[in-house]
C-alpha cells in the first residue's frame, strides 16, 4: 500500500513531521490522535461517564454513531462540526486514556481508518499504525527521542501562544509523558512498539525540517 507510518510516543514530534512530509509530498496526511480526541469530546457532550471503567457496548455504539471527517488545511469535523481547537482542550486530553485503551474503539478506529487511507498516498500518524492499522504500509517510521527533548518540545507546544508555563510544568509534563508511555506500551490491544520493519528516526538532534528531509528522501531517493 502507497502509504507512509509514522508512529511513536508523545512528544517525539509526529504531527508535525507527518503534515510536513505531506505536504512535500503532496500526498494527504492523516492525524489518528485527532480521531481518538474528538470521540472524547463526543463522549463528554454526552455526559459519558470516563471516570469509572467505562461500559464496552456503550463505547461501541458511541464510537459506531459519531461521524469523525478532515477538510483542508488541518480541520477536524464532528458530525460535521469544526472540533479542531476543541478537541486540544485540557478537559478532552484527560479523557482519552479509557476511549484509546477500549478495545471496541480501537477496532471501529482501524475500520475508519482503513477506510479514510484508502487509495494510497497518504501520510498516516499515530501509535499503532504500522503494526495494527497499515501493517502493509509501504513506508514505516518510528520517531523517538530523548525524554528531555520530549518534554521541551510538550512545553513549546504549551506555552504557544505567549503564555508562561509554571516553573514546576517541565517535572510534571516529565510524569506524564512516562505515564503515557507506560499505558501505550502496555495496552492490551494495539500497544506502542515499532514495527518489525520499521526505520527507527531519533529525532533528539533534529530539527524539524531535517527530519522530514530524513523520511522524504528515503520514499523518494
Known amino acids: 500500500m502507497e502509504a507512509i507510518a509514522i508512529d511513536g510516543p508523545a512528544g517525539a514530534g509526529k504531527t508535525s513531521v507527518a503534515r510536513g512530509v505531506a505536504e512535500r509530498l503532496g500526498w494527504r496526511c492523516l492525524d489518528t490522535g485527532a480521531m481518538y480526541r474528538a470521540l472524547a469530546l463526543a463522549a463528554l457532550e454526552r455526559k459519558m461517564d470516563l471516570a469509572r471503567p ?17 477538510a483542508p488545511p488541518d480541520r477536524v469535523l464532528l458530525d460535521g462540526r469544526d472540533v479542531t481547537a476543541a478537541i486540544r482542550a485540557p478537559e478532552v486530553t484527560r479523557a482519552i486514556r479509557p476511549i484509546a ?7 471501529r478506529m482501524r475500520e475508519r481508518q482503513r477506510e479514510l487511507a484508502a487509495g494510497g498516498r497518504v501520510v498516516v500518524e499515530g501509535r499503532d499504525i504500522g503494526t ?31 503564555r ?5 510544568a517541565p517535572a510534571a509534563l516529565a510524569e506524564e ?7 501505550d506500551e502496555r495496552r492490551t490491544i494495539a500497544p506502542l512498539y515499532p514495527a518489525a520493519d520499521a526505520v527507527r528516526l531519533d529525532t533528539t538532534g533534529l530539527t524539524l525540517e531535517e527530519t522530514i528531509d530524513a523520511i522524504v528522501k528515503r520514499v523518494r531517493p
Request: proline share 7%; hydrophobic share 50%.
Open 54 to 70: 467505562p461500559d464496552e457496548a456503550e463505547l461501541a455504539r458511541l464510537a459506531a454513531a459519531v461521524r469523525i471527517e478532515f
Open 177 to 183: 509523558l512516562a505515564r503515557r508511555d507506560a499505558e
Open 132 to 162: 495494527f492499522v497499515l501493517p502493509r504500509a509501504r513506508w514505516k517510521f518510528f520517531l523517538e527521542a530523548a525524554p528531555e527533548e520530549r518534554v521541551r518540545r510538550r512545553a513549546a507546544e504549551l506555552a504557544a501562544p505567549g
Open 101 to 107: 485503551d477500549s478495545p471496541a474503539v480501537r477496532e
Open 164 to 168: 508562561a508555563l509554571d516553573a514546576a
